[in-house]
């Protein structure tokens, strides 16, 4: 393992090597950026730690997946980079990536039982990450674009309903925090349900095409019944 670790660099320079020799002799690759080959370092770094965690504890588990997902993000920034990509076209394939990558390692990163806060959190990210995926994967569509696809999103504010997926997942977090809790609430679910109100608010606002103008006072509102209810609650 760690053997494969240390050949993966010179591997590289060879790679480098190779391609610069095919450049300067004139025989093809001149819009193959070689540099970006480096940024395949931390890629080849987190995969390595990915199959080292894998093969000692025998599971796919939050951490082997987290390492995963950053080397699909960080690989997907290379590929772009080494193919000379137009970024005004292929940008959101990095919120694909970043959503994954979030999707990935929020999904059974701790232990429930031992950590039941960090648990849940976790599992918000991962409903962020998803939201954050379908936010890129729509974007993606309008710029490519595909045709069997773009009509589906044609006549609504089609990039609201991320951001509502996002807020949809912190009140189902909260709903598990309590649930765990014996239905009690605590300050994790609390938090949860604050950024359900903000960010579902801004969803809202955004499906329904409301006045921007009014969306900090009732973002307050929502905040303050919030923190009254929790106030009440206690009582």
């Known amino acids: 393992h760690k053997h494969d670790d240390r050949a993966f660099f010179p591997i590289l320079l060879i790679l480098v090597g190779g391609i610069l020799l095919i450049q300067n002799l004139g025989l093809g690759l001149r819009n193959f950026n070689w ?24 599971k796919l588990d939050g951490k082997v997946r987290s390492n995963i997902g950053s080397a699909l993000l960080i690989g997907t920034v290379a590929v772009l980079l080494l193919a000379g990509a137009d970024w005004g076209r292929w940008w959101p394939s990095v919120l694909i990536a970043a959503g994954f990558s979030s999707l990935l390692g929020g999904i059974g990163y701790w232990d429930r039982a031992e950590h039941k806060n960090l648990a849940a959190w976790s599992g918000f990210n991962a409903w962020v990450g998803l939201g954050v995926l379908l936010l890129g994967a729509g ?8 045709p069997a696809l773009s009509g589906i999103l044609e006549g609504w504010r089609w990039w609201a309903a991320p951001i509502l997926v996002a807020a949809f997942g912190a009140f189902v977090s909260a709903t598990v925090v309590c649930w765990h809790n014996e239905w009690k609430m605590d300050w994790s679910a609390w938090g949860f349900i604050v950024i359900g109100v903000v960010v579902g608010v801004v969803g809202l606002f955004a499906l329904v095409n409301l006045s921007w103008n009014l969306l900090a006072p009732v973002v307050l509102i929502g905040v303050g019944l919030v923190v009254l209810s929790r106030i009440v609650i206690r009582k």
């Open 139 to 146: 974007f993606l569509v309008k710029f490519l674009p595909i």
């Open 35 to 58: 540099w970006a080959l480096f940024i395949f370092l931390p890629v080849a770094g987190a995969l390595s730690s990915a199959w080292g965690d894998f093969r000692s504890s025998g």
